[in-house]
Structures are given as structure tokens and as C-alpha cells.
């Protein structure tokens, strides 16, 4: 038992160590990457009502992000984070109800966080009218988010380009950074 309650306590240490490599910070401009770190631009549209907090997945074990403190409308969030693929994976209501929450079953809705980049892969759009009725989409709207880039970061945006990193090229984005 006494051995049970050691690796039990072995294993939450190795996950909160895991963990901790992927704090997310907010993007300054004097940032400076990390070697093998990227910044991921999250982007959600919410339409009706806002969701409480949205999680991904990330490419390690035990490794995982939030954001919180959506409103209607665009949302935006930089992360600096590990080079990997991140999936949307599930979409709280409530607050108070930690369990209300839809899970996100595509493996579409990914974002692939390049090295020295400023990765983004498309929108998450969020419709939640009532507890019957929700739904979620994966749009690319990168004009969009190249618009709240340069306004909100422009040291970074030139220093770690924006870089589409969907299941289709984007030939319009590359476009927009050219000029």
C-alpha cells in the first residue's frame, strides 16, 4: 500500500513537471522565444453566449492549456509555448459546474505550433444559445487574425512571422505579409 501511495505521489510530481514547461505567457514586445518554442495564436468567435473556458491538448502527456474570460464577439489569446500539435478538446458552459461541458470529438480543430513562429490555424466558433442547442466550427479567418496581430504586437508579428498552419495551405495570408 505504503508503495502504491509513493508511485501515486511519483506520478503527480512527473505530470506537474510536464506541465509546467507549458505555462503560457502573455506576449511582450521585448519577448524573446525560447529554443523549441513557438507562439500559438488562439482565436475564438463566440456567438450567443460566451463560453466559461476552453481547453486544448497539447503534444505531451499531461500537457494541456486553458482560456478563460471569453466575451462575445473575437477572442484572441498568444502563447508561447513547445513546438507540437494542439487540439481543441473541450468547451466549459459554467463556471460553478466544472462538469458542464461539450467535448470536441474532430481532429481537425488542431493548431501545429512551428518553431520561431507565430502559429494559427483557423477560428474556433463557438454557438451557444442553450444547453440544447451548441455548436462549434473551425474557420480560417486569417485576415482577421494578421489585423489583431500587427495592431496588438507588431515588434513580435515582423520578428515571428504568422504562419497558417491548418490542413490546407492559406496562399492569402502569405500574401498580406509581403506587403
Not at 473575437?74 to 509555448?81: A, F, G, P, Q
Not at 473541450?90 to 470536441?104: G, H, N, R
Amino acid at each position: 500500500m505504503i508503495s502504491l501511495c509513493k508511485t501515486i505521489f511519483s506520478l503527480a510530481l512527473l505530470g506537474a513537471a510536464l506541465s509546467s514547461d507549458l505555462e503560457a505567457q502573455r506576449l511582450t514586445p521585448e519577448a524573446t522565444l525560447k529554443n523549441g518554442h513557438g507562439y500559438l495564436l488562439l482565436a475564438v468567435e463566440s456567438l450567443g453566449t460566451p463560453p466559461k473556458k476552453i481547453l486544448l491538448k497539447g503534444p505531451k502527456v499531461f500537457s494541456s492549456l486553458s482560456i478563460d474570460k471569453l466575451k462575445i464577439g473575437d477572442n484572441y489569446r498568444i502563447l508561447e509555448v513547445p513546438i507540437g500539435r494542439y487540439y481543441y478538446s473541450q468547451v466549459y458552459s459554467d463556471e460553478e459546474k466544472s462538469s458542464a461541458y461539450w467535448e470536441i470529438l474532430s481532429f481537425d480543430y488542431y493548431i501545429d505550433v512551428q518553431e520561431n513562429q507565430t502559429s494559427y490555424a483557423g477560428h474556433l466558433i463557438s454557438e451557444m444559445y442553450s444547453d440544447q442547442h451548441t455548436d462549434f466550427n473551425f474557420r480560417n479567418r486569417s485576415s482577421r487574425a494578421y489585423k489583431y496581430l500587427k495592431e496588438c504586437c507588431e515588434l513580435i508579428s515582423k520578428k515571428y512571422p504568422l504562419t497558417f498552419t491548418g490542413s490546407y495551405p492559406d496562399p492569402f495570408l502569405d500574401l498580406l505579409i509581403r506587403e
